[in-house]
């Protein structure tokens, strides 16, 4: 760290070329950190988006948790659930500190979402109509999710790495958890199988899209170069793709279950797997909310937060602490 | 909506010892209208799977950090080996000198127990 | 008498009868609250609190699991075929443990009344631990020793449920009518939850439990101090508006939850999932 006689009088350059060096050299920013603007936006933007995601992604599976086929399940899936909520907790705190200096905090953040401003992730948009597709979301979408959060491990941002490295570790759990369903699936009747291969038909497109586009061009829309240059990340969407394809295509094959898609291989030549894109135009419709299953779970998530505001608006006051 | 439910959303920050000889650790934070309820939410929030011994929940609004600058305030120079055990090496070979062994940190430590002659 | 296993029972075929009674009370009121209780998750009025209160569900389930598991070891059924696939008229959880959460449906419109939630876990968790208490004793050394374990458990669910108990309640304004609204609604039908049923006579000469009226003087005493608090008058009479849930009654709030917590099982009750 470069000794600083009194940073408040350095010019906004000199602590950008300082903020710069600071994250190059792999050190961590704080909150209260100077920060870029622009720094700070994309991590509010792409942390609220993260947390929300979490949130939101509680309830596909939601639907599962009272439905579970045994008290194992039963426990072990509100376990699983839970720590998405969880998972929201720690990302939800992690923005509202960034937040915090622009005068907003987490009801701001319901709001956005209410309004169709702060998006969620494509995947959390989908039906998830079949207990095996509550199986299929452990494996692989908590599988893909492991993929783009371990990307951010070390992340320049110190909180959102932390929150991140908490994460993981329970991502951990959900892969088994998923594995488990799925392998109870794969090993059972005739009607079992048929119900997890048409959840894999069903989620794949969506796995696809679930890292995003390779390049701004696909949807006029990506962060994936500012986030890199920041240090927040380090690999491309496609490259996370790949790496997706790398770790669990073997293991969907192993289990006797078809890709649907008849295209897909690994072309040893330019070493890397060749797979039938998804149609970008649909994943566009799907984050405007326009998905599947969007309005219905955001009326779902707002119905809740509006129903009880009366519990937060009682304890508002002082005097409620006893 | 209204901006009734804005004093709801406190910060917290949470500590716990895992247990009763281990230090007080920070584990995150979490928003709750007091320390009461802040307090029956802390262990599962960022506990679930581990063992807890004591818990302290302490309003962020309490604490008093460092900024940025202030942080350079905490660098200092390698040469302070006669603070710790790494200036006073050469008496292991005195000692041997009176044919006496060094009492390290090793050998301290282990007083806890039985001192046998 | 004590009985330290299983096979002991089949020369005590009377004291097993009052046992298994007891036993389905203990799993199935556990079993559908924490239902409820899961219905909730994701939907509570700050997300911090839907996790605490989703630990507590989880740790109630694991509790019915352990009952289920006893009445397994005694050859009863597989424990999750008791928990799945018993119509109401089996079941022996109180009814007041089975009404829904609230208007609407977990995933449509669910209006769900947090107040409700509330007073029905704390006043149940405060019965419960009075159950507890008293199962440490029990003549049954298998449920004496589960007992003690559920016991550990206990202490959190009930600090955790007294504290927004006494705050929401103490809070001025639509919340206080809100929880005098639910506490009014929970005490219709409280008798259900501090009976012991038709059999409850059998349960306390075989030594399996204290008896009905003792425990529900314990709750009473436990929850006087609570209700000073609150400044809330504590009736001594509880109802049993809607059926004794010990003895088979229950509403229709019951078959639809079983409906839905049996979905997937009943695809085919056979296989492993």
Redesign the interface.
């Known amino acids: 760290m470069p000794v600083v006689t009194s940073f408040r009088r350095l010019s906004e350059e000199e602590k950008y070329e300082r903020f710069m060096q600071r994250i190059e050299a792999g050190e961590k920013i704080e909150a209260d950190d100077w920060m870029p603007e622009d720094y700070r936006m994309t991590l509010i933007k792409l942390i609220a988006m993260h947390a929300i995601s979490e949130i939101m992604g509680a309830l596909p599976e939601k639907e599962w948790v009272p439905k579970a086929p045994s008290l194992r399940r039963k426990l072990g899936i509100m376990a699983k659930v839970q720590d998405e909520m969880g998972h929201g907790q720690l990302l939800l705190r992690v923005a509202e500190d960034l937040m915090a200096p622009l005068g907003k905090t987490r009801e701001e953040i319901m709001q956005d979402l209410f309004k169709g401003d702060l998006k969620f992730h494509n995947v959390f948009h989908m039906p998830a109509p079949t207990w095996a597709d509550a199986g299929l979301i452990g494996w692989l979408v908590d599988g893909a999710a492991i993929i783009t959060q371990t990307n951010m491990l070390d992340a320049s941002y110190g909180p959102y790495a932390r929150a991140l490295k908490r994460i993981c570790a329970e991502e951990v759990f959900h892969a088994q958890h998923g594995e488990s369903i799925i392998l109870a699936l794969a090993e059972g009747t005739k009607e079992q199988k048929e119900m997890l291969q048409d959840a894999l038909n069903r989620w794949w497109e969506a796995l696809l899209m679930f890292f995003g586009p390779a390049s701004s061009e696909t949807t006029g829309a990506s962060k994936q170069d500012i986030t890199i240059k920041y240090r927040i990340r380090t690999k491309t969407n496609e490259q996370l793709r790949q790496d997706f394809f790398t770790k669990y295509v073997p293991r969907i094959l192993a289990l006797g279950l078809k890709l649907p898609d008849e295209t897909m291989h690994f072309d040893e030549k330019q070493g890397k797997w060749i797979y039938k894109q998804p149609d970008w135009n649909k994943f566009k419709e799907i984050i405007r909310n326009n998905g599947p299953k969007s309005k219905e779970r955001l009326r779902l998530r707002e119905l809740s937060y509006y129903h009880n505001a009366w519990v937060r608006e009682a304890l508002s006051g002082q005097s409620a602490a006893v | ?2 901006d ?6 406190q ?1 917290f920050e949470v500590f716990s010892r895992k247990n009763d000889t281990a230090p007080l650790q920070h584990q ?10 802040a ?3 802390a ?4 506990m ?1 799977r581990e063992p807890v011994s004591d818990i302290w929940v302490v309003k962020r609004s309490d604490i008093r ?1 460092m ?3 202030e942080k ?1 305030s905490l ?1 200092r120079l390698d040469n302070k080996d006669y603070r710790t055990t790494k200036g006073y090496g050469y008496l292991k070979k005195k000692w041997r000198q009176y044919e006496q062994q060094m009492l390290d940190e090793k050998e301290i430590f282990s007083w806890k127990g039985e001192i046998r002659r | 008498m004590k009985i330290t296993k299983p096979e002991e029972l089949h020369q005590h075929p009377e004291y097993k009868e009052a046992l298994v009674e007891l036993l389905f009370q203990l799993a199935d009121d556990d079993f559908i609250l924490s239902y409820r209780g899961s219905e909730w998750l994701g939907l509570a009025p700050h997300i911090e609190e839907d996790i605490a209160f989703s630990s507590i569900n989880q740790d109630t389930m694991g509790h019915a699991a352990m009952y289920y598991q006893l009445l397994e070891d005694i050859g009863i059924g597989k424990a999750d075929d008791l928990a799945h696939q018993r119509p109401s008229s089996e079941r022996r959880n109180a009814v007041l443990l089975e009404e829904v959460n609230g208007p609407g449906h977990y995933l449509h419109e669910p209006r769900y009344d947090w107040a409700f939630a509330v007073v029905r876990h704390y006043f149940y968790t405060q019965a419960k631990k009075v159950r507890i208490d008293s199962l440490k004793h029990s003549s049954y050394e298998p449920l004496a020793q589960v007992a003690v374990k559920i016991n550990m458990e206990l202490y959190y669910h009930l600090m955790h449920w007294r504290t927004w108990f006494i705050q929401l309640t103490n809070a001025q304004g639509e919340a206080r009518e809100r929880m005098k609204n639910a506490v009014a609604k929970v005490f219709e039908d409280f008798g259900g939850v501090l009976t012991l049923g038709a059999k409850g006579d059998r349960m306390v000469e075989f030594g399996l439990i204290e008896s009905e009226e003792t425990l529900k003087q314990r709750w009473v005493q436990a929850m006087k101090p609570i209700f000073e608090e609150v400044n809330l008058d504590l009736p001594s009479e509880f109802g049993m508006k809607r059926g004794n849930g010990r003895n088979g009654e229950h509403t229709a709030d019951l078959d639809e939850a079983i409906m839905t917590l049996s979905e997937v099982y009943r695809l085919d009750p056979l296989t492993a999932w």
Do not use: D, W
């Open positions: 909506m209204s009734g439910a804005k004093g709801f959303y910060v995150f934070s979490l928003l709750a209208p007091n320390h009461e309820i307090l029956v939410m262990q599962e929030n960022f679930r950090m900024t940025e600058e350079t660098q």
